[in-house]
């Protein structure tokens, strides 16, 4: 949940700096636009929708993929053979 906030932060930030300023008719005063305004002249669906629905879209591709494929194994966690070791020395330095 933490990430769809942050992404949809960052939507807005770069929304922001597209649609730069707004110069209000009454006091003549520049300000930046709020998430409303934004939405409103931005007629996009949700980046988080987007992102979402090309994740789906990548699943799909790579479930159509080989047994031999990396990324298929991955996926479906099929993984052969056994990794070696790692032996991590650890010295103390006094």
């Known amino acids: 949940m933490r990430e769809v906030c942050r992404v949809r932060v960052f939507e ?3 929304l922001k700096r597209i649609f730069g300023p707004k110069g209000d ?5 520049w300000r930046k636009l709020h998430k409303e305004e934004l ?7 949700n980046i988080v929708l987007v992102i979402k629905v ?3 879209r990548w699943v799909g ?3 159509h993929m080989g047994d031999r494929r990396g990324v298929y194994r991955v996926m479906v966690r099929k993984f052969e053979g056994k990794r070696p070791m790692q032996i991590i020395m650890i010295t103390g330095i006094n």
């Not at 008719?25 to 005063?29: P, Y």
């Open 12 to 14: 807005n930030r770069v």
């Open 61 to 63: 591709h790579i479930a």
């Open 39 to 45: 939405n409103d002249q931005y007629s996009s669906p």
């Open 54 to 56: 090309r994740r789906l």
């Open 25 to 29: 008719a009454v006091t003549g005063e």
